[in-house]
Each structure stands twice: as C-alpha cells, then as structure tokens.
C-alpha cells in the first residue's frame, strides 16, 4: 500500500516568516511530486511540482526533494494570511494516479 | 482555457437513489481522473481515463459505482443504490498523458 504522510497539524506562522511544510511517501520507485493548496470547501489547487530530478522555485515558493530519505518539502517564503489553507502533498509512480497525504493545515497570523 | 468544470455543484439524495455527476475536462487534456474526498482526508483516487478507454480501478469502486467517457471528451460518475457512506465530495482532475493534474470544483454529495 502505498502511502504519504504528513503532519495534520495545524502550523501557525507570523505574517512574513517562511512556513516549511513536509511530507514523506513510501514507495520508492515515486517519480513526480505535487503540492495543492485546499481552501475549505474548495477543490485542491496546484501549486507546486516537482520530478525525481531536482528541487524548483517558483516565486514564494520552494519544494524540494530529498530520494534517499523519500522525504518532500514546501517553503513559502514572506507568508501571507492569504496562504491560510490545508496544503496536500501527493506524489505519482508513473505519471498516472496521485496518491494524497491526508494535508497540513496552516494557518499565518497577521 | 476554461479549466475542468463538474455539474452539479452539490447534490442531496436520499439513500437507495442513484445519481450521476458529470465532469468536463480541460480541451486538450486525454486523460481524466476521478477522486473522492471526505472531511480530513486527501483525495483517495477512483479511476482514470486515457482517452475513451477506462485504464484503472480502485478496489473503493465498487460495482455499484460506474465511470464513462465516451467519446474522449466529458466522463459520468454514476453511484446506484447510494449509501449514507457514499457522502463525500467527489473530485475530477484532467491532464495530459504524465503531467501533472488540475482539479474540477468537485460535486460534494450528501446522502441522507
């Protein structure tokens, strides 16, 4: 079975400071790793990706991936109160279905 | 690019009714996806379609669940015989083949 977990939380950040979220899976053979963003009540948007073949940034944002310790990580840098949602980390084998944590709730405080 | 659209929005049955809920991928997107997702949890994956061609099950589908797409284009979930723990929101996601997946607004079903 294969499976992700991460931390329910929920992480309180100050406006402004860097929020570091993480997950890790347990199938090795994992190749592509995503980030949504859930609102309550909304559908999971996409915020972040990343392949088995190195970390990437993108504005505010930074994931990395650590292979030997099946290990994945979003930072959000200067973070805002808008940036207040559950964060679902998923990962995917073969570029087919997407295996979900269960997601960490943060919330920034202004 | 309109972005996956699902309809209805919300639907309330009671049990041992069925329902059907549509998605509308993104245009060029050839694969679509079908999730559920309950209070607190992830999305948990159903089935997926490449093209018109239905290429994996979940064991959580089970037979009184049904997947269609057609023509390629637009796919129905169909749940028969509805059951209170079938209460949940139901996701579609579409892409294109090994890229990554844009989800719909959901269809959140209440079964009471």
């Known amino acids: 079975q294969k499976e992700v977990e991460q931390n329910s939380g929920p992480l309180s950040v100050p406006e402004g400071a860097i929020a570091s979220l993480n997950c890790t899976y347990s199938d090795r053979g994992s190749q592509s790793f995503f980030w949504y963003r859930q609102y309550s009540g909304k559908s999971p948007e996409l915020i972040m990706f990343?392949?088995?073949?190195g970390d990437k940034e993108d504005g505010r944002f930074t994931a990395q991936l650590n292979k030997a310790s099946q290990y994945v990580s979003l930072l959000i840098r200067d973070s805002q109160p808008s940036d207040s949602a559950t964060y679902l980390c998923a990962v995917t084998e073969y570029g087919n279905k997407l295996v979900f944590g269960a997601g960490t709730i943060l919330r920034v405080k202004s | 690019d309109t972005g996956v659209s699902q309809d209805p929005r919300h639907k309330i049955t009671k049990r041992g009714q069925n329902v059907t809920f549509r998605c509308d991928p993104i245009?060029?997107?050839?694969?679509l996806y079908w999730y559920r997702q309950t209070l607190g949890q992830g999305p948990e994956f159903l089935t997926y379609?490449?093209?018109?061609?239905?290429?994996?099950k979940s064991r959580l589908l089970s037979d009184r669940f049904s997947a269609e797409r057609p023509k390629g284009s637009f796919s129905t979930l169909e749940i028969q015989r509805t059951e209170q723990g079938d209460s949940a929101m139901y996701l579609c996601?579409?892409?294109?083949?090994?890229?990554?997946?844009?989800f719909g607004p959901g269809t959140r079903l209440t079964v009471t």
């Open positions: 245009s060029e997107h050839n694969r």
């Open positions: 990343i392949y088995s073949n």
């Open positions: 379609f490449q093209n018109e061609a239905q290429l994996e």
């Open positions: 996601a579409s892409s294109l083949v090994t890229s990554e997946q844009y």
